[in-house]
């Protein structure tokens, strides 16, 4: 390492980003997160956060008030869903069907919370049944837990209908759409979704650390009705909505200085997701999931999880026997600047995942990636 005042500007290629995020980030939310930095109190900065806040409820399709965008990743919306919700005690299904659901367990357990585990295989979605059976078994639970789209298998599971089945029992439901938000169907006050987050690195194509969150109202009461303060002083939304919602009196109160330039480049990317439009965003990357698969296929590459449960953005497949899976990724890096992901947890070195994110989504990245893999694995 060189001593510290001859280090070089840090300068990262170009590389094409088809692993499991960050994916590809639009070249104009690059240009957005260069503009110049201003107050975070600034008149016009508070202008761009209620743009901000209703392009986030446009993207979830949600009218709920308490939205906004956590200064931190996907993990930490995660977190501000339990450490805000969950009180000591309380009970809460948790739905594991991969890596992130295991961490939906720990976090429950984490705030004192009583985690009851419905567990399906990897590579399968939550299967609704399970779920019933479980809330049945559990009539004091007072949530729902799950991952929409499971980014370590690539499996999808149904929303809607685990959200009914949460309203059917009095459960409220906490939804990771970390993956989904973006490149699949997703309607948070349709399907009764309470409490949702999001990350900026997968279908919004934006830079990594931002985690778009949004309440519903029967969230938000139970907020208010905590016999026990949050835990964490930094998720508290009820501390957090001080800075994010002008009050009545119209003003925001300091609470964290936002990470400015971060939320230009999230403005830019959920106003290029509108301007697209969402249906045909989710379109677009069903479109790109099939080329890629017919291509995947003709190579001799198996599916981790069957068509009816598969995510267009997130392509699980088996690693052929007999292949070195670090040489191939390795090459596919240095010779074609391209990234797939290795697999993770149950799936680490038997799978590759490969991402059709966002911009990413793009018929010049599914031929880039389909010859590459042929030509390193011929
Ligand atoms: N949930 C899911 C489904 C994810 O895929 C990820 C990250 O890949 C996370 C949560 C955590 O997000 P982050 O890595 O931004 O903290």
């Known amino acids: 390492m060189l001593p510290a005042p001859f280090i070089e500007p ?14 590809d980030v639009y070249p104009e939310v690059l240009a957005a997160q260069s503009k110049p930095t201003i107050g975070h109190l600034d008149p016009l900065f508070v202008g761009m956060m209620d743009e901000l806040k209703s392009l986030i409820q446009y993207a979830f399709q949600t009218t709920n008030e308490m939205t906004l965008a956590v200064s931190a990743p996907g993990s ?148 208010k009705a905590r016999q026990t303060p949050v835990q964490s002083w930094f998720l508290d939304q009820t501390l957090v909505m001080g800075y994010w919602d002008a009050s009545s009196d119209g003003k925001r109160s300091y609470h964290h200085t936002a990470p400015v330039n971060a939320l230009y480049a999230l403005h830019e990317s959920l106003r290029l997701l509108a301007a697209e439009g969402l249906e045909l965003a989710w379109q677009r990357h069903a479109d790109m999931h099939q080329v890629l698969r017919h291509g995947l296929q003709r190579l001799g590459l198996r599916f981790v999880v069957t068509e009816a449960d598969r995510l267009p953005q997130l392509n699980a497949v088996y690693i052929p026997e007999g292949i070195d899976d670090a040489k191939i990724r390795k090459q596919l890096l240095e010779n074609y600047n391209l990234e797939i992901g290795a697999g993770l947890g149950a799936l680490a070195g038997k799978a590759w995942r490969i991402g059709l994110m966002g911009y990413g989504a793009r018929r010049e990245n599914v031929a880039l990636c389909l010859k590459a893999l042929e030509e390193v694995l011929a």
Not at 12 to 20: A, D, K, T, W, Y
Not at 159 to 176: E, F, G, R, T, Y
Not at 177 to 191: K, P
């Open 76 to 223: 930490a919306g995660m977190e501000t869903c339990f450490v805000n919700l969950v009180e000591p005690g309380e009970k809460v299904i948790v739905c594991r069907n991969g890596v992130f659901g295991e961490r939906m367990r720990q976090n429950v357990e984490r705030v004192g919370g009583i985690a009851v585990v419905v567990d399906n295989e990897w590579g399968e979605a939550v299967d609704a049944d399970l779920v019933a059976s479980a809330l049945v078994a559990n009539p004091d639970a007072k949530f729902l837990a799950f991952v929409h789209a499971e980014t370590s298998t690539g499996a999808l599971s149904d929303a809607k209908a685990l959200c009914a089945l949460a309203k059917q029992h009095d459960c409220l439901s906490i939804v990771d759409a970390v993956t989904s938000l973006g490149g699949v169907e997703l309607r948070v006050d349709e399907w009764g979704i309470d409490a949702i987050y999001s990350g900026s690195q997968k279908c919004l194509s934006c830079v990594p650390g931002l985690s778009p969150v949004s309440f519903s109202p029967a969230a938000v009461e139970k907020l």
């Open 10 to 23: 840090f300068s990262p290629p170009r590389r094409i980003l088809m692993g499991p995020g960050p994916s």
